[in-house]
């Protein structure tokens, strides 16, 4: 199994208020597992890395403003990817990019076009490894079929 791992799920494992928080934690556990055991591969682009990075900063910088620094540091959590081998996705060569924009511009048809270029990365790394994107971003669940699969972190079945 090839999943596509989106921040949105990494990103909710660091936030216990965030909806989905307790099935972003349940997966990525199953995905370490499941990696580990050689029954999926995890890939993503360069964009979770920095995504997470981003995130893990803006915590850490909330957390040390409320606590003490001893307590903060004491309360800086391990990286939600720490653990997990992720395999980095990149392109080929822009004609890579190009095709696949080519592709889902036909397969569009005239649905509302993308918020950001973010999610087309995501989709595109996806595409590239016939994988499937493991997300809880509303507006990438509505992509789901266009180039490839999009599901949440609690329908994915790991062995």
């Known amino acids: 199994m090839r999943l596509v791992l989106d921040s949105s799920v990494a990103i909710a494992s660091m936030k216990p208020a965030e909806p989905g928080h307790a099935d972003a934690l349940a997966f990525l556990e199953r995905a370490r597992a499941a990696v580990a055991a050689g029954g999926a591969r995890v890939l993503a682009p360069a964009e979770l890395w920095l995504e997470v990075y981003v995130a893990e900063q803006r915590l850490a910088a909330s957390r040390a403003s409320r606590a003490s620094p001893q307590r903060a540091s ?56 016939e994988a499937t994107v493991v997300t809880l971003d509303e507006g990438l669940l509505k992509y789901h079929g266009v180039v490839c699969d999009v599901t949440r972190p609690q329908h994915v079945r790991l062995g």
């Open 74 to 129: 004491a309360a800086a959590s391990e990286s939600p990817l720490a653990g997990l081998a992720v395999e980095l996705v990149a392109p080929a060569d822009e004609g890579a990019i190009t095709e696949f924009l080519g592709l889902l511009t036909r397969r569009m048809r005239g649905r509302r076009p993308f918020a950001n270029a973010t999610d087309l990365v995501y989709l595109w790394a996806a595409h590239g490894a």
